[in-house]
């Protein structure tokens, strides 16, 4: 369950969570199950015609907990999650820009029509993961799995 401290630090927007984040580095922070789609948060959009339902810029999420979490139809760009947890996360119709999940665990998440571009994804676990329609700079993820696991 996520931390209340954590979650403040989070709805008062990416520079308010950074400072969490450096004070507490080397500490994995529990956010399992956040909506990073709640209208409450910073990152939530207001414009019903846009095909996202927000958008986070430069928010660093090593080493955190976020199975679970909701990351639907969201944008990220400029965002790290090394070593992150998001197994059983919903990031579906979700594009990560200029990211990192370099060793996250994503195994049993949803990542259909997630779009991943320049983001480093590697040593990632995607064990479980339903990656339908989901690309890597343009390339089916699936494709791009396979070929590291035949290198």
């Not at 954590?6 to 956010?31: H, M």
């Not at 958008?55 to 090394?82: C, K, P, Q, W």
């Not at 992150?84 to 820009?97: M, N, T, W």
């Not at 665990?105 to 990632?124: N, P, S, V, Y």
Request: charged residues 30%.
């Amino acid at each position: 369950m996520a931390e209340r401290k954590s979650l403040d630090a989070l709805a008062a927007g990416s520079v308010a969570w950074n400072v969490l984040r450096f004070e507490r580095r080397g500490e994995q922070i529990d956010l399992s199950g956040v909506d990073l789609t709640d209208p409450a948060l910073p990152f939530a959009k207001s414009d019903p015609d846009d095909p996202f339902d927000g958008y986070i810029d430069r928010i660093d999420l090593d080493n955190t907990n976020l199975a679970g979490a909701i990351f639907e139809d969201v944008s990220i760009t400029n965002s790290s999650f090394v070593r992150s947890r998001l197994d059983g996360a919903i990031l579906k119709g979700a594009r990560f820009s200029r990211s990192n999940f370099r060793e996250a665990d994503l195994r049993w998440a949803d990542l259909r029509h997630a779009q991943f571009d320049q983001t480093d994804i590697a040593g990632a676990r995607f064990d479980g993961a339903l990656m339908d329609g989901a690309t890597v700079d343009g390339e089916l993820l699936s494709v791009v799995l396979n070929r590291r696991k035949s290198s």
